[in-house]
T-cell receptor
């Protein structure tokens, strides 16, 4: 079945460090790929998405590129801030009648000043 | 614009008791989803509605779980009777339609079954 595998957490970085959170997927079709973020005490929010191969999603300094050849969608940010501390979820969705999101297990990120 | 509203935010019950969760989606959103999130895991879909029709309930444990969206707007998810293993966060999300439309999530209801 369809699945998403995320980098194990938790991840702790110093402010202004470079961030990479790995995400790979298995899907029977051609999925859309998403990164959602969950800040403490809040609901899941869409961070960025990409709907086809080689697309790059970006938002708030975060980027991820849809790599079909490696079935990956790694999240990156060049310089993290304390306010980026949250849980990050990679997810996929197949269209055409199968619109549910399939999530990874989440990666907890803590940024220390 | 108001986001997805869920209530209650927290619920503590004893096992074998019934419990209900309520969700009001973003105005104009035709598609509504209920997800279950266990501790340390990603959310998993329980049921998806297109307007008032449940179009995917394959992951809903129908022996004890039920859901309704009678007028195609707000929705209720019920568990009767609750079991210890039902302790989790129940998330509601909505989108304009299905496909790859962005899903907007509510804050969730955290259930603890004692």
């Amino acid at each position: 079945g369809d699945s998403v595998t995320q980098m194990e957490g938790p991840v702790t970085l110093s402010e202004e460090a470079f961030l990479t959170i790995n995400c790979t997927y298995t899907a029977t079709g051609y999925p859309s790929l998403f990164w959602y973020v969950q800040y403490p005490g809040e609901g899941l929010q869409l961070l960025l998405k990409a709907t086809k191969a080689d697309d790059k999603g970006s938002n708030k300094g975060f980027e991820a590129t849809y790599r079909k050849e490696t079935t990956s969608f790694h999240l990156e940010k060049g310089s993290v801030q304390v306010s980026d501390s949250a849980v990050y979820f990679c997810a996929l969705s197949l269209s055409f009648g199968n619109e549910k999101l399939t999530f990874g297990t989440g990666t907890r990120l803590t940024i220390i000043p | 614009e108001a986001g997805v509203v869920q209530s209650p935010r927290y619920k503590i019950i004893e096992k074998k008791q019934p419990v209900a969760f309520w969700c009001n989606p973003i105005s104009g959103h035709n598609t509504l989803y209920w997800y279950l999130q266990n501790l340390g895991q990603g959310p998993e879909l329980l049921i998806r509605y297109e307007n008032e029709e449940a179009v995917d309930d394959s992951q809903l444990p129908k022996d004890r779980f039920s859901a309704e969206r009678l007028k195609g707007v707000d929705s209720t998810l019920k568990i009767q009777p609750a079991e210890l293993g039902d302790s989790a966060v129940y998330l509601c999300a909505s989108s304009l339609s299905g496909g790859a439309e962005t899903q907007y999530f509510g804050p969730g209801t955290r259930l603890l079954v004692l």
